[in-house]
């Protein structure tokens, strides 16, 4: 009985030994043309046998690389796409640099940092008044769902003018219910019939009414 410790070692599993197999068969052929006409055979096949490869950008090119991973480099056919080489396969990819938000408020994201960086560039002004305003607001859910806990409009002011370097500041604003954000939200609801809760279930109650008739 054969194991497989005892056989050829798999360059790659995921493709099987059979296509191992055939990559060996290939090199053996000594006319370079038949050659070439079977590694495309074999390229071909390589796409059947993991389909999944066909979402991924330039799979072709992917394809071939892992035709002389199998063949362990040693494979003299005309590739469509550069030759690689075993240095080139093992080069490491660059480490990620991921964003480094601000000590305990990671809760934020990143998105409100960019925020906060487009109101500070800002003209003082309506404009730039409003947006503060809207990440103060945008803030507040965040901390509410990471902290699963209502929080003072204060403490999300103390946090902005830290986000901002002190350049940010609605300290002197009572509450975020006084500013013209939540005003102009609650007129635009209460003008708007659709965006009424109890209107909606208004209409409910009527058309349940009405089919029972």
């Not at 209460?190 to 409910?204: D, T, V, Y």
Request: hydrophobic content about 30%; aromatic content about 8%.
């Amino acid at each position: 009985m054969e194991y497989n410790t005892q056989k050829t070692l798999l360059q790659m599993p995921e493709y099987g030994r059979i296509i191992q197999q055939l990559v060996e068969r290939c090199k053996e052929i000594e006319n370079k043309e038949e050659r070439n006409e079977m590694a495309v055979a074999i390229v071909d096949f390589m796409g059947q046998r993991n389909p999944q490869l066909r979402d991924e950008e330039n799979y072709r090119h992917k394809l071939w690389d892992h035709l002389f991973i199998l063949a362990s480099y040693d494979l003299d056919v005309d590739s469509p796409y550069h030759i690689p080489t075993p240095e080139e396969m093992q080069v490491k990819p660059k480490r990620m640099e991921y964003p480094e938000l601000q000590g305990d408020f990671k809760f934020y994201g990143k998105s409100i940092l960019q925020l906060i960086d487009k109101a500070i560039e800002l003209e003082p002004g309506d404009e730039k008044d409003a947006l503060i305003q809207v990440i103060a607001n945008n803030m507040k859910k965040s901390y509410n769902v990471y902290n699963k806990e209502h929080v003072q409009d204060d403490v999300i002011f103390r946090h902005l003018k830290d986000l901002s370097e002190n350049r940010l500041d609605l300290t002197g604003l009572d509450s975020l219910e006084k500013s013209k954000i939540y005003y102009a939200t609650n007129r635009t609801n209460k003008s708007n019939p659709r965006h009424n809760p109890k209107n909606q279930n208004n209409r409910k109650t009527f058309q349940n009414n009405k089919n029972r008739k």
